[in-house]
């Protein structure tokens, strides 16, 4: 055996050896584009693409703003007609007014630079365009905003996060795992065996962007390197809980892993099923990120899954027994009974499982009221944990231009309808300018900026009126821009939340069916985790909302929340659940419960703090949506470790007894069981 392990092991360093390369190239298939966020239906997706045949391409619009205390003086004026030429000669910035426009209080002025495609990405050259409007008389501030700018802020967020992400989820594991197993050792075989599976799993989203063009971005990439550590050392928690059982039972360590592979095998193949195919279902989502982030979490999945169950148990086995040191299992021929933590939990539980039930329920239900908060979108400016100079400068040049303060909307009108298109564009009354653009071969540029400031109730009722006229006065008109695409996120995300959660419901209540061969148990436990996920979104709300500050919720928040916790939390009832199933065979359900509790208690607990701390990772990260993403489903993991599986779950399978395997039949408590654990005994 320990032969077959050297050779496994051998065939893994070659493979990922191999993989590395593809690996690193992970970036190079990344993309945060406008449309890679955008429903593949939506106006604004149509508008970015009609754009881009536009001499010179896809352009990004930027406002410079200057404000004084004071009225303007004549050197300001000087000032920024200076930078205003400079800045059109080195981008070859067209259109725009002559020279900078004067707030009617006196006290700023502003004008608009667009930048084309052949520029690059706007995070390249933002630095450069601020350092161009830096020299200024004492006393007038500057900024640069806009669309353009606000995107640059949004991708320089993503810099270096790949590998701050990877070192402090390391170290979070690191340290976990150090307190779990409290051996200088052991904790190396699974961040190892964890490692590989990152590379392995970097190497097939590679793969599945260049042979299938699935959309990758920061995020998808950030939430692959959490699903891979934070899963991945799941499994390996629960491969060694039951190795170490072995241990005292065999004296042949490739036996004994033979034996723990046999009996948690099963569980950990279902669970990853169950989170792959929930992933997948990811699949039928309008929006392109989350369509794209279906497919690359699922590869994640499955790549850890076949690491953790083929290197990781032959490290152990050439390592043996030592690698437990100080805590070394060795043969027992007899294993004195000894009541733990959870075997008391278990006892109080089968005392009074009615109110431990319905205590359960009430402590999840008052963390669900927290639903009644602030639930709205949030906005393009709000999606910064700390403020942009871009954000700061839109609220500039919203209280000093309250006829600019929207965000420059993208129409495109076919050609020999632009004059009557912009008519009917400045005679709206939601618009404050209007100005026609570039012209290509079939399609004219036409930029407007609303009267109210972005992404407000009154914005997108413009937007809303000129998408219903301007289409019926020239059939083709499209209206995009960033305002535009948030409205048109905000409809993909609503009808998404409709299709894909139902989807991924009854994806796991199948799987769950099909491993616990029943019906009435895979019911239950999937309203359990419904439940659990409906308190951690209330609870996350509430604290956004008076502890984070955030102002409202990401558009894509409750459906990746809902996806992750379902499946996730699904994860540790199966391990409750099917080890329960296999104990109740021999033992009865009510003692199999028990015994299942009081076995994987400690385990799937410390599964459940070490996936929590992974996803935690994302609150250091500087934008909202993935900080509320990561604390969301840290809070509700924990909630579902530690009260969901731990006490409701519990409860209501020895309220029901052998009914929740229906339709299936499984034995009453044989004597043997009841006379050892009194509190067994049917109530």
Known sequence: MKTRAWLLIGLWIAVLAALTPFAGSLDDVKSDRETDYLPAAAQSTRAAELETTLPGGTSNVFLVVYERDAPVTDADRATAT????????????????????????????????????????????????????????????????????LQADFEGAFEGIDERLLLVTAL??????????????????????????????????????????VTVNDQSAAVLTILVFGVGTDYALLIVARYR?????????????????????????????????????????????????GPVGAAGIVCTLLVLVTLFPALLVVCGRWIFWPRIPHVRTEIAPRAT?????????????????????????????????????????????????????????????????????????????????????????????AEAGRTGPEFAEITAIPRDPADSPAEYATIERLRIALPGLAPGTVVGGP??????????????RWVVIPLVLLVV?????????????????????????????????????????????????????????????????????SRAREEAVEHGTRAGMLRSLAVTGGVITSAGIVLAATFAVLVTLPLVSLAQVGFAVAFGV????????????????????????WPSRLPEPTPSATSRHPELLPL
Not at 100 to 107: E, F, H, K, V, Y
Not at 126 to 131: F, G, K, S
Not at 356 to 379: C, D, E, P, R, Y
């Open 172 to 213: 979070v594991v690191t340290v976990i795992l150090l307190l779990t197993y409290r051996s200088p050792l052991l904790w190396l075989v699974p961040l190892l065996s964890v490692a590989g599976a990152n590379i392995a799993s970097m190497a097939a989203v590679y793969g599945l962007a260049k042979q299938f063009d």
């Open 638 to 661: 924990l909630l579902d470790t530690l009260l969901v599986r731990s006490i409701l779950v519990p409860a209501l399978t020895l309220i029901a007894g052998g009914r929740v395997w």
């Open 509 to 577: 209540t199948i799987v769950l069916g099909l491993l616990l061969r029943s019906i009435a148990a895979p019911v239950g436990l999937v309203l359990t985790v419904v439940l659990s996920f409906g308190s951690a979104l209330g609870a996350s709300v509430f604290l956004f909302e008076h502890l984070f500050g955030f102002q409202g919720l990401d558009s894509g928040l409750i459906l990746l929340a809902f996806l992750f916790l379902v499946a996730l939390g699904v994860d540790y009832n199966i391990f409750l659940v």
């Open 245 to 293: 059982e072995e241990l005292h039972r065999r004296q042949e360590v490739a036996g004994a892993m033979r034996a723990a592979l046999r009996t948690s095998v099963p569980a950990i193949a279902a669970s990853a099923a169950t989170v792959s195919l929930g992933l997948l279902c990811l699949l039928a989502a309008d929006m392109n990120n989350a369509a794209g982030m």
């Open 82 to 149: 200076a930078h205003y030429a400079t800045l059109r000669a080195k981008f070859g910035a067209e259109g725009g007014p002559p020279q900078p426009l004067t707030a009617a209080d006196g006290r700023a002025l502003m004008y608009p630079v667009l930048v084309d495609a052949s520029h690059g990405e706007t995070a390249g050259y933002i630095e450069e365009l601020r350092a161009l409007v830096a020299d200024r008389p004492a006393g007038l501030r500057a900024e640069v905003t806009g669309p353009g700018a």
């Open 483 to 496: 305002s535009a695409s948030n409205l048109d996120i905000a409809a993909a995300s609503d009808r998404d």
């Open 341 to 433: 933590l959870w075997d008391r939990i278990g006892a109080r539980i089968a005392r009074r499982p009615v109110v431990s039930a319905l205590a359960s329920v009430a402590v999840l239900g008052l963390l669900s009221l927290g639903l009644l908060g602030n639930t709205a979108s949030l906005s393009r400016a709000n999606q910064f944990v700390q403020t942009p100079e871009s954000v700061s400068g839109a609220a500039t040049l919203a209280a000093h231009f309250p006829d600019r303060a929207g965000t420059p909307l993208l129409v495109m009108a076919p050609n020999g309808s632009r004059d009557a298109v912009l008519r009917a564009i400045e005679a709206d009354p939601g618009v404050g300018a």
